[in-house]
């Protein structure tokens, strides 16, 4: 993942003792490399920063939500992390109910929740954002996708990823 300067990396919203118990549990329970785990963790955390801000509902990848389950864990650092970047906690929302409204609408969910990262200002992993999750951070579970209301796996394009 190559980072300009002017981008955040998710790593830095977290000590770097917690960043390395989160990779850990990753390599540990999900045999990645640690260089995957800690790619895996930077994106989940940048991922919920966008989060903290975003009017839009997001959608974490496949890859981002294995950082996201590992960091709910760890409940008071989650919680704290959570108070600190958002002033609220950061539900995690599975989009099993089929509740869905119709008018949260997001063509494509990952290419939505890619630029609310970026526009946060954090470096977005391309790699890790293949296939959408089964949940999103709204809390009235609304991750719609082409009138698709269970998961949304479908691969990104890249050529059409917005800048």
């Known amino acids: 993942m190559a980072i300009t300067g002017e ?54 990848s496949d890859a981002i939500d294995i950082g996201w389950h590992t960091f709910i864990l ?3 650092e989650y919680a704290a992390f959570c108070d600190r970047i958002a002033g609220r906690f950061i539900h995690h929302d599975p989009t099993d109910t089929r509740a869905i409204p119709v008018t949260r609408t997001p063509v494509d969910p990952l290419n939505v929740t890619m630029k609310a990262v970026r526009e946060a200002g954090y470096a977005v ?12 951070q709204c809390t009235q579970g609304c991750t719609h996708s ?5 998961c949304h796996h479908h691969p990104v394009r890249t050529d059409t990823v917005p800048a």
Do not use: H
């Open 7 to 60: 981008e955040l990396t998710g790593q830095g919203l977290v000590s770097e003792e917690l960043f390395s118990r989160l990779v850990n549990r990753i390599v540990k329970e999900r045999k990645n490399s640690r260089e995957q785990a800690a790619r895996i963790m930077d994106q989940a955390l940048a991922f919920l920063a966008a989060c903290a801000n975003s009017t839009e509902p997001l959608s974490p």
């Open 74 to 76: 760890y409940t008071r």
């Open 125 to 136: 992993d391309l790699t890790l954002w293949t296939a959408s999750a089964k949940c999103n």
């Open 146 to 150: 082409s009138g698709d209301t269970g």
